[in-house]
């Protein structure tokens, strides 16, 4: 049945207690608690597990600075992190070594004092520091600047081993994960879900999660509904293997890295990303205008492959067409040449110790944004049924093993342990839409 991997061997079942869409960490993460709770799961996954963003991602696992209806979340998750390595039974380079935002001026300072202080409300010992705390942190560091953002609990995990390994435990547990077996629709009667439709057969459940990342919009547009979610490029290198320069996931001077276990560097120009002008990219612009602006300095805009891609893919005879839940299976995703050659100099400059750094391996990811720079996370009420795990917004890594137990929770009691209104879909509907309070 999986023409991709070792993983579902087995013909697909006829029926599930829960259907999931998507094998990224939301998926795996949701398909793992499921099982561990006995129910019977079934993940489609219409490329490869991890094979999008969850396998992508810096690997950064931050509780601090973030969007305060996220903390709680993230404060529940580090301690689910804590115990991973235990409870999937693998090294996961998970470490808790603590997050370094350098500040760029005085005025950035003065945000990092707010934010901290909220943090703080939370009971996150986020705080403010000097450039001389700096040195002793990070004695390698050749400029701390006018002073960082510090939060010495934050974690880091590698991104490659996550999502593999709850799969793995998952499938143990009985679930059973389809890869190249996409979802293509989904049965209702009475408004409510009754199967799901993959591309080799129909399950019938009562329960689907949509974890497809960048391609929920596409999901919901195929049920009739609207996701404002919108696509960015954010590109990531792996260095050669570097004398210790710090364990601390650093930010900084233009530049974000971590140094993994091995020497090498997961390093990328600090939060900076593309945008590939394709015709989507207009759609639900409203909802992003006032992100968009905030962002513009980090920010550019490309008519490139994508842009051409996306048109031969709505050609009548291509995937918008013929597969809209499908659309582009395996989406080519160009890094960005000029953020890795700026990253690697930049880091050299920082770094007197990281003479003769080079990239490795490049590659990028599709982040899938909101408006209001938080997910969706939770039941969709014109459908009993769906359950919505999607809208990352470049900081879902982190945060997968929450949202997949809140998602086995809201599939199996009906509602999740810790209060998710903040996250429901409704709210675009409402038009009680914030602005987001973090850059991508
Ligand atoms: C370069 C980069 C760096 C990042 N760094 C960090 C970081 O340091 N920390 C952090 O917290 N976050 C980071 N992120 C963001 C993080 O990776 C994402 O928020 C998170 O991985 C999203 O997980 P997901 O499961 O929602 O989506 P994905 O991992 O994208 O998975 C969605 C899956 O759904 C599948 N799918 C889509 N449509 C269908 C369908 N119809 N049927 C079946 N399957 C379908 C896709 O093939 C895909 O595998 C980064 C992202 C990138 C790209």
């Known amino acids: 049945m999986s023409v991709f991997s070792t993983f579902s061997q087995q013909p697909l079942p006829a029926e599930a207690d829960a259907v999931i869409i998507g094998a990224g960490i939301q998926g795996c993460a949701t398909a793992y608690y499921l099982a561990k709770r006995g129910a019977k799961v079934v993940v489609l996954e219409k490329s490869r597990i991890a094979g999008q963003q969850s396998g992508r991602a810096w690997g950064f696992v931050r509780a601090m600075d973030r969007d305060p209806a996220e903390t709680p979340l993230m404060l529940a998750c580090l301690k689910l992190w804590q115990g991973l390595e235990a409870e999937l039974g693998t090294d996961l380079e998970w470490r808790q070594d603590g997050n370094l935002f350098l500040a760029s001026d005085e005025a950035e300072l003065a945000r990092f004092e707010i934010g901290a202080a909220r943090d703080r409300i939370f009971g996150i010992d986020t705080k403010v520091i000097t450039p001389e705390e700096i040195s002793k942190l990070i004695p390698g560091l050749v400029d701390p600047g006018p002073g960082g953002l510090w939060g010495p609990k934050e974690g880091q995990a590698e991104p490659r081993k996550v999502s593999p390994a709850f ?27 009754t199967a799901v439709i993959s591309e080799t057969g129909t399950i019938r459940t009562k329960k689907v999660i949509v974890a497809a990342g960048a391609s929920s919009f596409r999901v919901m547009r195929g049920l009739g509904l609207i996701l404002p979610q919108q696509l960015a490029r954010f590109t990531c290198s ?37 945008i590939d002008l394709t015709l989507d990219r207009f759609r639900a612009l409203r909802w992003f205008l006032p992100s968009l602006w905030d962002n513009r300095h980090a920010t550019s805009f490309s008519v490139n492959m994508a842009t051409a891609r996306d048109l031969l893919h709505r050609m009548p005879w291509r995937g918008e067409a013929r597969q809209p839940w499908i659309h582009d299976r395996d989406p080519l995703i160009p890094a960005n040449g000029r953020r890795i050659r700026n990253a690697v100099a930049q880091l050299g400059r920082l770094f007197p110790a990281a003479v003769g750094v080079q990239a490795i391996e490049s590659w990028a990811g599709n982040v899938d944004l909101m408006p209001d720079g938080i997910p969706v996370l939770g039941p969709v009420a014109e459908i009993p049924g769906l359950i919505l795990a999607t809208g990352m917004t470049g900081h879902g890594f982190g945060m997968g093993p929450i949202v997949g137990k809140l998602m086995s929770e809201i599939a199996l009691d009906g509602k999740p342990s810790i209060d998710l209104h903040a996250f429901r879909f409704s709210r675009y509907a409402e038009g009680k839409v914030g602005r987001s309070t973090t850059h991508y």
């Open 238 to 274: 792996r260095t050669n293997t570097l004398p210790p320069l710090s364990s601390i996931a650093f930010y900084g001077h233009h530049i974000g890295f971590r140094q993994r276990p091995d020497g090498s560097l997961n390093l990328a120009e600090e939060l900076k990303v593309d």
């Open 167 to 193: 799969a793995r435990k998952a499938t143990e547990l009985g679930a059973l994960f389809f890869e190249g077996c996409g979802a293509i629709g989904i049965d209702r009667q009475a408004g409510a879900v």
